[in-house]
């Protein structure tokens, strides 16, 4: 409700006449202010699926895993580059010549048994890959039907879980915030049922997810 901002009448009836927590109002709520994200996320992930990343998808050889050993149809090294700025995204090589991230400006190198992921921290990960324990095949054709896969249905996969998450914690907020109304109140030594204060702190947020929902399309 718009009165939610503003009104201390409002917030006066939340307490005295209206019944419940307000948890399935939260529910709705949440739903609603998190639309424009995951649009902004969808149309992000569609644009990245079919601008961005055919460019990169092109350059991928076939890559076979069998035994934890990488098996590709190209010589190497072979160098995947980013066709947007030409910079260096993925190194491959199974000659022995790479040995670490150390060896090459790429984000991502892929040897005959191992894979390194460089880290924003500086803090390089290592896959070996006897962990998988599965043998399979990545090819452009693979990586297409992902890509396609993400952009028809990213969103949808997606949504459930982002709200699941996002009303949990906002739960959690609330009953803290009434925790929070009950110690004002005995500080003030004024009577106030905790099912009222997590209902008046449901109302209390709602300003701030509007908001943020608002910033979220504006931005």
Known sequence: PYMSFYSAPFYQDVARNWHGLGFFYLFLLVIITWLPDIYALQKWVSET?????PGIVEQVPRIEISDGRVHVDVKTPYYIYNPKDESLLIAIDTSGQLRSLRD???????TDRELFIDSDDGNDRLLSLD??????????DLIFQILGWLDSWFA??????????????????????ALIALLLAALLKTQLKYTVAIRLAVMAITPVLILDMLRSIFD
């Not at 962990?131 to 452009?140: L, M, P, S, Y």
């Open 49 to 53: 699926a079919n601008v961005e990343a």
């Open 104 to 110: 090459t400006d790429a984000r991502l190198l892929l």
């Open 131 to 140: 962990e998988i324990g599965a043998n399979f095949v990545v090819d452009q």
């Open 156 to 177: 949808i996969v997606a949504f459930p879980f982002v709200v699941a998450f996002s009303y949990a914690f906002r739960i959690i907020q609330v009953l803290v915030y």
